[in-house]
């Protein structure tokens, strides 16, 4: 097996990307896939909604894209969430002004992975509110692109941006580059605004507009101060709900099966801290 490389991307901060991120690596592992999550972002917030004390870990991210540890090397296993995980801290902060001493600064990514590909069924990669070389790095990466949006006003503009950024990708660096979808997240549906942004994403993106809908859910909110995320915080919450239905209708539209639950032998590095 090799895996399917989607990064969670929206230049815009708060719109729900780590949410995302870390709700659906925990929701595809319930559907029973192999999942490794990638923290790209140094606030580290997906890190510890998976339940890793980000100040705590060995090797991080920005180890492996420096070239100082393998992927294997800087992998942990998120045991509340039933996946793999390459956790970030604060030190990711000087990734941006390092990876500039490298010729090969927006492949670093894509090379360090190289290995563990085979071990995964999915490798989802948390991006930071940016269109940096770091989120470079992650759309050279990647097979494909998860666009996590509120549907606000500005919303639509913002997402252009995100869009031509990753057409000149797929020009230049990785021509296989897909966008697999919008999801809307933290939805109102009493609020006329929200119902009329949604109405408009379905007009400009049709099909690229997934079907599920997450809704503003105060368990999604609280579950990352007690390292967890929403689906496994409160399985019965609509949030919970609602990334569950978004994970299987992601299986669906790539083709593939879910499976049993497998039980997972954690990563190796997992004893290290
Ligand atoms: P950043 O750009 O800073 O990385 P982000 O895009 O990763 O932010 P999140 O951290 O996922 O966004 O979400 C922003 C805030 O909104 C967080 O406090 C999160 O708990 C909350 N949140 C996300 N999704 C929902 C939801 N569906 N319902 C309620 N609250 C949510
Ligand atoms: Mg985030």
Avoid: W
Wanted: charge should be positive; proline fraction near 4%; include cysteine.
């Amino acid at each position: 097996m090799t895996a399917s490389v989607f990064c969670i991307a929206n230049q815009k901060g708060g719109v729900g990307k780590t949410t995302t991120a870390v709700n659906l690596a925990a929701a595809l592992a319930v559907h029973g896939q192999k999942v490794l999550l990638i923290d790209l972002d140094a606030q580290g917030n997906a890190t510890m909604g998976s339940g890793i004390e980000k100040s705590q870990c060995v090797n991080t991210v920005y180890e492996m894209m420096i070239g100082r540890a393998t992927a294997e090397e800087s992998t942990v296993a998120s045991e509340n969430g039933g996946y793999d995980l390459i956790p970030a801290n604060r030190d990711f902060a000087a990734a941006e002004i390092d990876l500039m001493n490298f010729q090969d600064r927006d492949t670093r990514l894509k090379d360090a992975l190289g290995a563990v590909m085979e071990k995964y069924d999915f490798v989802l990669i948390d991006c930071p509110p940016s269109l940096s070389m770091v989120t470079v790095n992650a759309l050279v990466a990647a097979h494909g692109v998860i666009i996590p949006m509120q549907c606000e006003y500005f919303a639509l503009e913002g997402i252009s941006d995100l869009i031509n950024t990753i057409k000149r990708i797929r020009f230049n660096k990785n021509p296989d580059l897909t966008i697999i979808g919008l999801l809307r997240v933290m939805y109102d549906p009493r609020q006329t605004l929200q119902r009329q942004v949604s109405e408009q994403l379905k007009e400009n993106f049709a099909d690229r507009v997934f079907d599920t809908i997450v809704p503003r859910n105060v368990r999604l909110a609280e579950a990352p101060s007690y390292g967890e995320p929403g689906i496994v915080y409160d399985g019965s919450s609509r949030g919970a709900k609602a990334y569950r239905d978004f994970a299987a209708e992601l299986l669906k539209r790539l083709g593939r099966k879910v499976k049993a639950k497998s039980r997972r032998a954690p990563a190796k590095s997992a004893t290290k801290r």
